[in-house]
């Protein structure tokens, strides 16, 4: 199992980045996915989830509304579309692949992560 993220930067508040994750090893069209991410002294929060189809969908309230998730299976590639984009949202961001239910904060599989800043 591989999982690669990239698109991380720095981004004024208010901005915008979009994280892709390019999957390999495994069946990635027949596997949920999800984002997680992590800041210095905090340990790993999940962020987002999308079902093997794409069909659903789900969001931690801290970023619902403002971060999509998305994936396309023909490229095993997943995504995190991210705006409006806050000091807070600063962390280690993390694809991963949820351990058992779609919704799993726990992670059998994740990349090395890319960094994300939000500052100005």
């Known amino acids: 199992v591989q999982l690669v993220e990239s698109g991380g930067g720095l981004v004024q508040p208010g901005g915008s980045l979009t994280l892709s994750c390019a999957a390999s090893g495994f069946t990635f069209s027949r596997t949920a996915m999800s984002w997680a991410r992590q800041t210095p002294g905090e340990g790993l929060r999940w962020v987002s989830a999308i079902t093997s189809s794409g069909d659903n969908t789900y969001y931690a309230d801290s970023v619902k509304g403002r971060f999509t998730i998305s994936r396309d299976n023909t490229k095993n590639t997943l995504y995190l579309q991210m705006n409006s984009l806050k000091p807070e949202d600063t962390a280690l961001y993390y694809c991963?692949?949820?351990?058992?239910?779609?919704?799993?904060?726990?992670?059998?599989?994740r990349g090395q992560g890319t960094q994300v800043t939000v500052s100005s």
């Open positions: 991963a692949r949820p351990e058992g239910h779609w919704l799993s904060s726990t992670f059998d599989a």
